[in-house]
Nanobody, 123 residues
Framework: QVQLVESGGGLVQAGGSLRLSCAAS????????MGWYRQAPGKQRELVAT???????NYADSVKGRFTISRDGAKNTVYLQMNSLKPEDTAVYYC?????????????????WGQGTQVTVSS
C-alpha cells in the first residue's frame, strides 16, 4: 500500500505565494511520474503540473510562469511552488503518483492520490 500525504495549503491574498508538498510512503518499489491536480467547486478535476522520474515537467497553460513543480527523489516528495496566485486558483489540490509496486510477487504500475489540500486565494 502507498500513501500520499499533502501539506502546505491555506488562505492567501491574490498575488501571494504558497508551497505545497506531497510525500509518498509505503511499499513502493519506485515512483515514476508525480503531479498535482486541482478541483474547484462545480468543476472537473484538472491537471496543474506533472514531473517525470527524470525531471521533465509539464504545466497547464493557466499556471505557466507562475507555478513550479519539483521533486526530491531521495525523499519521494513532490513540491508545487505557487506564486502570483489568483482567485481562480482557488481549489482543492490533489497529489498524484504513478508507482511501481510489488503485489503478490509481481511488479505492477499503479496510480495513487492524496487526500487533497485546500488552497483559497482571496481577491
Amino acid at each position: 500500500q502507498v500513501q500520499l500525504v499533502e501539506s502546505g495549503g491555506g488562505l492567501v491574498q491574490a498575488g501571494g505565494s504558497l508551497r505545497l508538498s506531497c510525500a509518498a510512503s509505503g511499499s513502493l518499489f519506485s515512483i515514476n511520474a508525480m503531479g498535482w491536480y486541482r478541483q474547484a467547486p462545480g468543476k472537473q478535476r484538472e491537471l496543474v503540473a506533472t514531473i517525470s522520474s527524470d525531471g521533465i515537467t509539464n504545466y497547464a497553460d493557466s499556471v505557466k510562469g507562475r507555478f513550479t513543480i519539483s521533486r526530491d527523489g531521495a525523499k519521494n516528495t513532490v513540491y508545487l511552488q505557487m506564486n502570483s496566485l489568483k482567485p481562480e486558483d482557488t481549489a482543492v489540490y490533489y497529489c498524484n503518483a504513478n508507482a511501481d509496486v510489488l503485489r503478490a510477487g509481481r511488479l505492477g504500475q499503479y496510480n495513487y492520490w492524496g487526500q487533497g489540500t485546500q488552497v483559497t486565494v482571496s481577491s
